[in-house]
């Protein structure tokens, strides 16, 4: 079974930084993307950043660019998310996903929700002043 759990939650202040590990366990040779998505209350989910495991690009939504980095640690299974300086409106329930091998390129790129088939419980990142 397909299993995804992030940690690394947490409160923070502006400008601070954190780290939210997505361990994966199960056939993880099924998965052709990782994506870490986020919403906030009241809002929509948003994709963050993704990344294609068949080739290893990586993609960012404009409002995390130059201060979020996604990485992966295969001998691990897991898939980070580095956040630095931080913004009160990052603050949202952050998830990680992966959608299976056969999901097309353009869709990861995307990060197109719905193609992602298996998701995480969910971690909470609070930006406080």
């Known amino acids: 079974q397909l299993q995804l759990v992030e940690s690394g939650g947490g409160l923070v202040q502006p400008g601070g930084s954190l780290r939210l590990p997505c361990a994966a366990s199960g056939f993880t040779s099924h998965f052709g993307g990782i994506g870490w998505f986020r919403q906030a209350p009241g809002k929509e989910r948003e994709g963050v950043s993704s990344m294609d495991l068949r080739d290893g690009k990586i993609y960012y939504v404009d409002s995390v660019k130059g201060r979020f980095t996604i990485s992966r640690d295969n001998a691990k299974n897991t898939v980070y998310l580095q956040m630095n300086s931080l913004k009160p409106e990052d603050t949202a329930v952050y998830y990680c996903?992966?959608?299976?091998?056969?999901?097309?390129?353009?869709?990861?790129?995307?990060?197109?929700?719905?193609?992602?088939?298996?998701w995480g419980q969910g971690t909470q990142v609070t930006g406080s002043s």
């Open positions: 996903a992966a959608a299976t091998y056969a999901t097309p390129r353009l869709y990861i790129a995307t990060m197109r929700i719905r193609s992602y088939d298996y």
